[in-house]
């Protein structure tokens, strides 16, 4: 087993790339929350209709659409590791910190391709106008760092659990309730056209949990790993 910090750094992008690689054969996860979010945000617009809602209900939606749409495809990153049984060879080959890494990795591009197709769909069908662009583009970046370090580290600690789907989203919400409130109200201040300075405290709320929610899982991995 490898423990150094740049032998760990190269085992997590080898673990990420493996990751990728079995993703584009079977596209599980991906399918799962593109078309999550895809049909919520369709039966979304149809209940809506030709009612304009208020930005401040827009904002909420969007964030609630993404985490929803993300909980439904993250936790098959350590399930697919319990089914196939592979799980053990990684305890044996790297270090508990690459292979959160290289987990994390994964769901952060996962998450970047979802943003990709919901941010246009969700403009164009619930007429959502961002004023402040940039702003916006920077309070999703830094959001979705938290989303999939957070997601992740639940991922694994309910891995092999018998009702892994059910116990996923239920775990992560409180998990990650600080960073929906906070993505929400920097997303609020985005759609107004408001400058990055007074969005400066919840940039650095984002930020700060990100690092945390990181760190800290970094440190507890190692435990749930070997459990």
Known sequence: MRTGSF???VDAFYIFKKDLIQEFKTRYALNAIILFAVVTLTAVSFSIGVISADDDILCAMFWIILFFSSMSGLSHIFVREEETHTADTLKLVTCPTA?????LLFNFMLLLALEIILVPLYFGLMDFYVRHLPLFLIVLAIGSV???GGGTIVAAIIAKASSRGALFTVLS????????????SATRIAVNARSFTEASAELQTLTAY???VITVSILLFEFIWNE
Do not use: C, D, H
């Open 210 to 212: 990100g690092v945390v």
């Open 173 to 184: 919400f409180p998990v990650l309730l600080p960073l929906l409130i906070s993505g929400i």
């Open 146 to 148: 938290g989303l999939a």
């Open 7 to 9: 032998e760990s750094m």
């Open 99 to 103: 292979v959160y890494l290289g987990k």
